[in-house]
């Protein structure tokens, strides 16, 4: 079955400093949803990418779906203390509604 | 608008009995999807339901575990003689649609065996 890694499993970074994690899946996908969980909360939505090569950003956050349709990634510039979390990719094959999440990356900031 | 309404937020039970997980999809969303999450990990996909059909119980283990939307309430996940193993988290999640539609989560059940 479909299977989607994400690394590093867990980045702590200093306040200030990028972030980046890194997701991939065992075959080509439809699409691409990227969540966020805070400790004790519940996955957000944060963007879904379609096309291949497809890039998007929303302030300083860049997501990216790779030409393959096979891997992401989701950038953070400058990370702040509102950054913290999980941080999961998600996939969906062809004709296939189910979601496959990937293993997430846990964020911490040191202030 | 109010979001995906799951309750209870915390359920505890003793092995052996049965528990009932409720998910209300947010207004005008016909599919709902349940999830499993233990402690530290990412999510599992369990089941994917329309208004009274399941679409892929694909991530559904084949014993104990049973889920409904029925035409009319709640979508319904019911795990009957509990065991350790079972304590997670349990999310909801609908969508207006198929395809390329984003999934809004519930706030989760939290489910602990005793």
Not at chain 1, 52 to 79: D, M, P, W
Not at chain 2, 41 to 56: A, P, R, T
Request: proline residues 5%.
């Amino acid at each position: 079955g479909q299977q989607v890694m994400q690394i590093p499993q867990y980045q702590h970074v200093q306040e200030g400093e990028d972030f980046t994690t890194y997701c991939n899946s065992s075959t080509t996908l439809s699409n691409i949803q990227w969540y966020k969980q805070r400790p004790g909360g519940h996955p957000v939505f944060l963007i879904q990418l379609v096309k291949s090569g497809e890039v998007k950003k929303q302030k300083r956050l860049t997501f990216q779906f790779g030409e393959a349709k096979k891997n992401s990634s989701l950038h953070i510039t400058a990370t702040q203390t509102t950054d913290v979390g999980t941080y999961f990719c998600a996939g969906r094959d062809f004709g296939n509604e189910k979601l496959t999440f990937g293993t997430g990356t846990r964020l911490t900031i040191i202030p | 608008n109010a979001g995906v309404m799951q309750n209870p937020r915390h359920l505890v039970r003793r092995r052996g009995q049965e528990a009932r997980l409720r998910c209300s999809p947010m207004k005008g969303h016909s599919h709902v999807y349940w999830y499993r999450q233990l402690p530290e990990e990412g999510l599992k996909f369990m089941v994917y339901l329309q208004k009274e059909n399941i679409i892929d119980e694909s991530g559904m283990p084949k014993e104990r575990f049973s889920a409904e939307f029925p035409k009319e309430g709640p979508s319904i996940l019911r795990i009957q003689q509990v065991v350790r193993g079972d304590s997670a988290a349990y999310f909801c999640a609908s969508s207006p649609g198929r395809g390329t539609q984003p999934q809004h989560f519930g706030d989760g059940t939290r489910l602990s065996i005793l």
